[in-house]
């Protein structure tokens, strides 16, 4: 049974930066595809970066050079580094894994999710 634990959400100032994890268990890690994913209150679940075997990654227009997604085979982790944070991206952030590793931009190709960390930034 696969299980993933977000960790290191909190509250921070507009401008500032945040690093949140997302450990994962049960299943070797270095194959899959491990994707970053926010929901607001009354919006969709929406991408925010993945990130394949290869550490080939891809992001949201809305995060581009400002965030940035790695993973650390070794421990299990994958990250999310947010750097120039806006109000706009206050959210529950989740992590999620997939096989996929050509298309990944999608919630509905992720099969096992973590249970999400709040990102609060206050303006």
């Known amino acids: 049974q696969v299980q993933l634990v977000e960790s290191g959400g909190g509250l921070v100032q507009a401008g500032g930066s945040l690093r949140v994890s997302c450990v994962a268990s049960g299943r070797t890690f270095l194959t899959y595809t491990m994707g970053w994913f926010r929901q607001a209150p009354g919006k969709e679940r929406q991408f925010v970066a993945g990130?394949?075997?290869?550490?080939?990654?891809i992001y949201a227009d809305s995060v581009k050079g400002r965030f940035t997604i790695s993973r650390d085979n070794a421990k299990n982790t994958v990250y999310l580094q947010m750097n120039g944070l806006k109000p706009e991206d206050t959210a529950v952030y989740f992590c999620a894994q997939t096989f996929r590793d050509d298309s990944f931009d999608s919630a509905a190709l992720y099969n096992v999710w973590g249970q999400g960390t709040q990102v609060t930034v206050s303006s």
């Open positions: 990130i394949n075997w290869s550490s080939r990654a």
